[in-house]
Structure formats: structure tokens, C-alpha cells
């Protein structure tokens, strides 16, 4: 699930603090929306701002650009993070053929565990003629590749 949470206070704190004391309705009607549900839904960090809204929604709450792209990036952050614990999002489609020689780690990304030589000019993957690819891009070595 997608993190809005530094962006929703950012747009909290500065709506609440600005000198108008603009409502919800008042910031969503300067925004061009028709009532106050979408400063509420942003602000309960269920939905962020649009790109399209981000320089009037600085302006009208002088918001620098660097506050914004800092909380977004923080919130992009906090996303990839709960993917990576939950492992939601970085499913394998891979991994449910035994004979593929990808397999997924703890992350959900992809490695594969390939024996690549050059000298003969083939990759070697669990000993199955049908997986002999040539290369030449790879010295004499075990690799262990991770997508």
C-alpha cells in the first residue's frame, strides 16, 4: 500500500498555520475542487497531491519545493520499505517453475545462480541442455546475479 503520511502532515500543518486559516473546503475550492473531500482524503493520508495541483498547492500554502519533494520522497521511501517488508509487490512469476533456474531471495527480486564460461562459450545452467545459451561477455567464474 502506498505511504502518504510526510505529505498529508505537510499539507496539515502548513493549511492549519497559514495566515487565512484556510478549512479544508477553503483550500480544496482554491484548488478547483467542488468541496472539501479531496484536502481531507490528502490530509488522512489516503491520496497525495496531484503533479498537475503541486504549484498552486505551493503557492497558495507557500510550500517551497524543496518541502515538498523532500516529504514525497520520504513517503516514496516509506513505500518501498513496507514493500520490501511485507514482500507485496515484488511477486515472481518465475519462481513458480522448479525447473527455471531463477529463484526469488528473502527480497522477492530474482537471482539466478548461472556458471557462465567463456572459454567454451556457453552458460551452464543446472546441467540442462535445453538452458546452453553462448555468451561471451563473461569470464570463467561463478556468478551469482541478483535482478
Known sequence: MRKFNHIAALIKS?????????SQSDLSHLLGYKNGQFISNVERALCN?????????????????????TAMLHDY???INS????????????????????T?????FATNNTN????????N???NP????HTNTFSNENTNNTF
Open 14 to 22: 502548513k493549511r492549519l498555520s497559514h495566515p487565512q486559516g484556510l
Open 49 to 69: 497531491i496531484p503533479f498537475k495541483m503541486m504549484n498552486k498547492v505551493c503557492d497558495i500554502l507557500h510550500i517551497t519545493p524543496d518541502e515538498i519533494s
Open 77 to 79: 521511501r516509506d513505500t
Open 83 to 102: 514493500y520490501f517488508e511485507t514482500n507485496q509487490g515484488f511477486a515472481n512469476p518465475m519462481n513458480s517453475n522448479p525447473s527455471n533456474p531463477m
Open 104 to 108: 526469488t531471495n528473502h527480497t522477492g
Open 116 to 123: 557462465y564460461n567463456f572459454m567454451n562459450n556457453t552458460n
Open 125 to 127: 545452467t543446472n546441467n
Open 130 to 133: 535445453v538452458n546452453n545459451v
